[in-house]
Each structure stands twice: as structure tokens, then as C-alpha cells.
């Protein structure tokens, strides 16, 4: 009868830290759809804090959540509307009497300006289609053909486009681009928005010239992915993205979007790769050559890369133990063996935080860094791994806790090794997070590629405009710049080719977003 009772006892303790389980998985599910995305603890949660029910020690310093609040300096000036649009043309209009007004109806004595006002209007001038018609013609030397029996010829020229054998100039492919992929305007939309205008562009002629220009365009990509490949620290992620099959319909296999990034703060490249699965064989096969730091979270797919180091994403280690805090109250905060967890995390990024803030402009910031988590970060990692060895001992393996500690346990020790070997290296991949993001708004709007010609395209084209984004650049006019001597050069000629590219120091500074 007892051990009846006492198995009956550990099944009902089994059901409810399931049923617990289930309702923070709906609770989190609820709250990434309609509550913050944000991982930071609120004010009420990040005062408690309570070490005392195991392996306590009077002697040892036990970390402690801070709460952590933001100052914004103000500036000494006001800023408006005018500041806003500071970086703008500005046309001056005077608005004077005419010559045969500027007398006193009543003496007629010559009237002076006493004072003026000012107002200012932001004007708009709408978008504008016109067919542009290039005619070139052949001059002939008759005197020549007489007496030799040899016309000598000449032909004159017309401007070089991307698409040659297309009417799409520069002008207007490079918009199509920008609107579909930077402001995630599917190409149906294109085609009524361009109607509007005048033009019947229809959303296969559209989608021609895209696949077209990501053609043309493959040399500038490959030699984005080899300068990437060059790099001494990589970020990576994945994302699925729908893919039509050859017979129009939606395929029932999951496709991958993998992106790479290089985080530099000086010279950042981003480069999409289409795949048609998750295997570990595409990071492989993409990373082939590399052999310094990539970063990832703890998909284990990544590890048939070789010959690299890999560091992992403490973000992603943050996450488990804030899904299991953040729907807590106040009481159930206080014994929470979560909230430990976070907390050591939320120091880890603290320092971060700060060195940022004090030594993030100085030419030695990584080197600052690397000292100061030396210092700093590695004994409150080394006290993270100690909590999460004793903590999983008594863990129920299938509450949410247990499922953050099984998370974390493998991936820590590797953090804290790889971690502390460079000051460039980031404590987290949200930097790759960031950079997938407009893929994803793109793909919430467009739901599908046609072909695997399309997604191969798309990722051509997100791999130059983000990585031009994330150089500071206005997309819209480098595509034009790159387009306009793209068109006029040899694509086998390297070195024409690396002033191009989005991160050259030869990109003109008028391309760049202009500073308030």
C-alpha cells in the first residue's frame, strides 16, 4: 500500500510539474505575440533575490539582481522639426511687393523693409516614369571609301545599364530592389503601385529584372563571401523561408535561409546562403577554408564545421531562465531557483554594458575588454557553472527549469573558454539576430519564393543591401552607384571590384546617411 501511495504520489508530482510546464509554455507564447519582446526584469521582480534555502554561505558574496535603469542626457538646446531636417536642400522663396507696390498709397513715398518672418513647408516632388530614348548614330568618311575602297566608321554610344538587353535603367532597378527588400513591398504591390504611375510593369517582368540583377550581380557576392571568409570572427543563424517547387505548389520540406555575419564595427559583411535543409553539411560546406571564431546558439549542426572555435550566445542561455521568471509573482519570485540563473547573466551583460559606455570610441576597446573580463566576467561564469552542476542534480528533468539547466550545462564551460580568448568577440549573437530580422518582415509579406532561382536572388540581394545598411549607407543610392560603374567595368577585374563593395573605403561619403 505504500508504495502504491508513494508511486500515485510521484505521478501526481510528475502531472503537475508538467501542467506547470504547459501553462508558462502558453504564457510565453502569448506573451511573444502580444507582450514585449524585451528580456530585461521589471522592477518588481529584479528586487528579490534569496540564496538562503541551499549552500549557504556568510562568507561568500552571493550575486545579487540590480536594477538597472537608463539615463538620457538632454540636450542643452531644443530640438524640433527643423532639426530633423537638417540634412535637407533648403530653397529660400522671398515673398516681395512688386516694383509699383513699393510706394505709399498715401504720399507716395518709397516704403523700407521694417522686419521679416519665416516659415518653412516640407515639400514632397512625387515619383516620375518617362521612357528615356537613346538614339546612336554612325558617321562614314566618304572620301576615304572613295580613294581606299574603306569607309572609315564610327559609332557613337549609348549609356551602359546593369541589364543591358533590358529597358529597366539603373535609376529604376535599383528602386524595385530597395522597395522590395529594404522596405519589404512585395512585387504584386509593386505592380499596382507603378500602375498608379502610369507604367503596366507586370509582376513577372519585375521579378525578371530581379533575378536578373542578382545574376549580373554574383561577382560582387562572391567576393563579399571571400572578404567574409578572410575575417577573424563570424556570427551565424538560420531561418525557414517557403519555396514554391516546379510544379507551382508550396514544397512540404522545410527550406533555410543561413546567414553569416561579420560583426565589425568598422567594416561589417553580411551574406545570405539558400539551402534546402538545416543540415550541419551547409554551414560546412559555406564555412570551408574558415578557421578562426564563429559564434552561434546551440544547434548542434554547427559542429561539423571544422577547424573553427565555436563560441555560444549567451542571449540565448538569458532566454530559458527569463521564460520561467517572467510570468512569476512576487511570492513564487522570492524561492525562484530561476531567478539565480538570470541574474548571473544579467551581471555578465552589465559589464558589458559598461565597458561599451566608457571605452567603446578608444582604438584599444578590445583590447580594454579583454582585460577587464578577465578580471571580471570569468569568475561570475566560473559561478554559474557551479550553480548549474548542483542546481540540475535536483532538477526535474522535464520542468522548465530542468530544461534550462540540460540547455545550459554543455554550452557554458565552452563559453567561459572561448569567451576570454579575444576582446572582439561578443557575448551574445544578436548582432546575426538583428541582421536576419529583415528577411523575416520581408518573408511575413511576400510568404514564399516562386523558385529556388528567386531565393537564391533574394539572399544575393539581401547579402549587398544589408550589408550596405549596416555600413552606413543610403541602399537605395549605393545600389544606384553600384549599378552605374558596375555597367561600365571588366566583372573579372578584382581590383575594380573591391572598391564596390559596400564596406570600401572608396564608397563616396555622399552615400552615407548623413549624421543630425
Known amino acids: 500500500m505504500e508504495e502504491e501511495l508513494e508511486a500515485k504520489d510521484k505521478e501526481i508530482e510528475n502531472l503537475k510539474n508538467e501542467l506547470a510546464y504547459l501553462k508558462n509554455q502558453v504564457l510565453n507564447k502569448n506573451r511573444k505575440i502580444f507582450g514585449s519582446s524585451s528580456e530585461q526584469a521589471n522592477t518588481i521582480q529584479v528586487s528579490f533575490f534569496d540564496e538562503a534555502e541551499k549552500d549557504s554561505n556568510l562568507k561568500a558574496a552571493e550575486p545579487t539582481i540590480e536594477e538597472i535603469t537608463y539615463k538620457r542626457t538632454k540636450p542643452t538646446s531644443n530640438t524640433g522639426k527643423k532639426d530633423n531636417l537638417a540634412n535637407l536642400e533648403k530653397i529660400v522663396i522671398e515673398h516681395k511687393l512688386d516694383e509699383d507696390q513699393q510706394s505709399c498709397r498715401d504720399c507716395s513715398s518709397d516704403l523700407v523693409v521694417i522686419g521679416k518672418k519665416s516659415k518653412e513647408v516640407l515639400k514632397y516632388i512625387p515619383a516620375k516614369l518617362y521612357v528615356e530614348e537613346h538614339l546612336t548614330y554612325s558617321y562614314a568618311c566618304r572620301s576615304c571609301e572613295e580613294n581606299n575602297d574603306k569607309a572609315n566608321i564610327i559609332t557613337t554610344k549609348a549609356p551602359k545599364t546593369l541589364l543591358h538587353k533590358s529597358m529597366a535603367s539603373n535609376e529604376l532597378l535599383s528602386h524595385v530592389i530597395n522597395l522590395k527588400y529594404q522596405h519589404a513591398l512585395p512585387l504584386n504591390r509593386q505592380e499596382s503601385y507603378f500602375k498608379m504611375m502610369g507604367a503596366n510593369l507586370s509582376r513577372q517582368t519585375l521579378a525578371n529584372w530581379v533575378i536578373g540583377a542578382a545574376h549580373e550581380l554574383d561577382p560582387i557576392y562572391q567576393l563579399m563571401k571571400e572578404e567574409l571568409l578572410k575575417r577573424n570572427y563570424i556570427q551565424a543563424d538560420e531561418t525557414v523561408v517557403k519555396v514554391l517547387d516546379d510544379r507551382g505548389k508550396e514544397s512540404n520540406k522545410q527550406k533555410y535561409m543561413w546567414l553569416y555575419k561579420c560583426p565589425d564595427k568598422d567594416q561589417p559583411i553580411i551574406i545570405y546562403d539558400y539551402q534546402k535543409t538545416r543540415s550541419g553539411s551547409c554551414p560546412k560546406g559555406f564555412l570551408s577554408g574558415?578557421?578562426?571564431?564563429?559564434?552561434?546558439?546551440?544547434?548542434?549542426?554547427?559542429?561539423?564545421?571544422?577547424?573553427?572555435?565555436?563560441?555560444?550566445?549567451?542571449?540565448?542561455?538569458?532566454?530559458?531562465?527569463?521564460?520561467?521568471?517572467?510570468?512569476?509573482?512576487?511570492?513564487?519570485?522570492?524561492?525562484?531557483?530561476?531567478?539565480?540563473?538570470?541574474?548571473?547573466?544579467?551581471?555578465?551583460?552589465?559589464?558589458?554594458?559598461?565597458?561599451?559606455?566608457?571605452?567603446?570610441?578608444?582604438?584599444?576597446?578590445?583590447?580594454?575588454?579583454?582585460?577587464?573580463?578577465?578580471?571580471?566576467?570569468?569568475?561570475?561564469?566560473?559561478?554559474?557553472?557551479?550553480?548549474?552542476?548542483?542546481?540540475?542534480?535536483?532538477?526535474?528533468?522535464?520542468?522548465?527549469?530542468?530544461?534550462?539547466?540540460?540547455?545550459?550545462?554543455?554550452?557554458l564551460p565552452s563559453f567561459l573558454k572561448v569567451f576570454l580568448e579575444d576582446g572582439s568577440l561578443e557575448i551574445d549573437n544578436n548582432s546575426a539576430e538583428r541582421s536576419i530580422r529583415p528577411f523575416v518582415v520581408g518573408r511575413s509579406n511576400w510568404l514564399f519564393s516562386a523558385s529556388t532561382k528567386g531565393a537564391e536572388s533574394s539572399a544575393l540581394i539581401y547579402s549587398i543591401t544589408e550589408t550596405a545598411k549596416n555600413n552606413n549607407l543610403v541602399v537605395e543610392k549605393y545600389l544606384l552607384y553600384l549599378m552605374n560603374n558596375f555597367s561600365n567595368i571588366d566583372p573579372q577585374d578584382k581590383g575594380s571590384l573591391l572598391k564596390l563593395l559596400p564596406f570600401s573605403k572608396e564608397v563616396p561619403e555622399s552615400l552615407k546617411v548623413q549624421a543630425k
Open 290 to 411: 574558415f578557421s578562426k571564431y564563429i559564434q552561434t546558439d546551440g544547434y548542434a549542426g554547427y559542429n561539423k564545421v571544422e577547424n573553427v572555435k565555436r563560441l555560444y550566445c549567451l542571449a540565448h542561455i538569458r532566454r530559458k531562465f527569463h521564460e520561467i521568471i517572467v510570468n512569476l509573482d512576487e511570492e513564487a519570485l522570492k524561492s525562484s531557483r530561476a531567478l539565480i540563473g538570470f541574474n548571473y547573466c544579467a551581471q555578465l551583460y552589465k559589464i558589458e554594458k559598461d565597458l561599451k559606455e566608457q571605452h567603446s570610441g578608444k582604438e584599444d576597446f578590445y583590447e580594454r575588454r579583454y582585460k577587464k573580463r578577465l578580471d571580471a566576467s570569468k569568475s561570475i561564469i566560473e559561478e554559474f557553472i557551479d550553480y548549474v552542476d548542483k542546481e540540475i542534480k535536483d532538477a526535474v528533468p522535464k520542468s522548465a527549469l530542468g530544461k534550462a539547466l540540460a540547455y545550459t550545462k554543455p554550452l
